[in-house]
C-alpha cells in the first residue's frame, strides 16, 4: 500500500457542473478525512468517517456538497453547482484511531 | 480545542538550526502537541508528536516546558528541502476530533 490516492489530481470545471473527487485510504485505516485548502490558508475540515459512517460535518460543508464512503472503503466527495468560491485544493486523509493522519497529494479544483 | 499561535514566516539560511514555537495556552489534559509539514501542491505530513519534556526522531525534535503552554520544533541543519510549511496543533488525541489547522508558519531556507 502506498498511501491515500486521490483521483483526479487536477480538475477544471465550468460553473454550475457537478465534480466528484475519490479518495482511497490506506486500507487498514477506519477513519477517512476531507479538507478543503485554499492559497495561504491552513487545511480547513470539511467532513470525516469512522468505516462507513459519516461522524461529523463542518458548517463549511453547504447542502451542495456531499460525501460518501460505501463499505468502509473509499470516499468520494461531490461539488454540486460548482461556484468560483470552490476553486481549492481538496485533501483527503486516513488514520488509524489514535494515530497521526495520513494525507493524500490533493485534487486541486478550478471553477471557470 | 486549544488555539495555537505561531508566526507567520521565517528565513534561515542553509547549515543553520531552525526553532519554531508555537503558544497553546489553553492547551487541556489529555491534548497532545503535533506538527505537520507541508510542501507545495502535497498534503500535510505527520513530522512529530509529543506530550512533554522532549521527543526526537530523524526529522526533527520537539521541546514542551513543564507548564506544556508552548512548543518549540528543532530543524537541525536545514537544507533547501526543508523549505515548506509547518502547522502546529493541539491534539486531543481521542481520534473523536478531527484536526485542526491554523495558518502554519512558512519556513524559507536561503542557500
Same mark, same amino acid.
Given at each position: 500500500d502506498t498511501g491515500v490516492s486521490q483521483d483526479p489530481r487536477h480538475k477544471i470545471t465550468k460553473r454550475g457542473q457537478n465534480v466528484t473527487f475519490r479518495c482511497d485510504p490506506i486500507s487498514e485505516h477506519n477513519r477517512l478525512y476531507w479538507y478543503r485548502q485554499t $492559497? +495561504? /490558508? +491552513?487545511p480547513e475540515f470539511l467532513t470525516y468517517f469512522q468505516n462507513e459512517a459519516q461522524l461529523e460535518k463542518s458548517r463549511l460543508l453547504s447542502d451542495r456538497f456531499s460525501a460518501e464512503r460505501p463499505k468502509g472503503s473509499f470516499s468520494t466527495l461531490e461539488i454540486q453547482r460548482t461556484e468560483q468560491g470552490d476553486s481549492a485544493m481538496y $485533501?483527503?486523509?486516513s488514520s488509524l484511531a489514535l494515530y497521526g493522519y495520513t494525507f493524500g497529494s490533493g485534487t486541486r479544483l478550478t471553477v471557470v | 480545542l486549544a488555539k495555537t499561535t505561531q508566526p507567520i514566516s521565517m528565513d534561515s539560511y542553509e547549515g543553520q538550526e531552525v526553532n519554531i514555537t508555537c503558544s497553546h495556552n489553553n492547551i487541556a489534559t489529555n491534548d497532545y502537541i503535533t506538527w505537520y509539514q507541508q510542501f507545495p501542491s502535497q498534503g500535510p505530513r505527520f !513530522? !512529530? /508528536? +509529543?506530550?512533554k &519534556?522532549?521527543? &526526537?526522531n530523524e526529522v526533527a525534535s520537539l521541546f514542551i516546558p513543564a507548564d506544556r503552554k508552548s512548543s518549540t520544533l528543532s530543524l537541525p541543519r536545514v537544507s533547501l528541502s526543508d523549505t515548506a510549511v509547518y502547522y502546529c496543533l493541539v491534539d486531543p488525541n481521542s481520534g473523536n476530533t478531527p484536526l485542526v489547522f491554523g495558518k502554519g508558519t512558512r519556513l524559507s531556507v536561503i542557500a
Open positions: $492559497l +495561504g /490558508q +491552513g $485533501l483527503c486523509a | !513530522i !512529530i /508528536q +509529543g506530550y &519534556t522532549k521527543v &526526537t
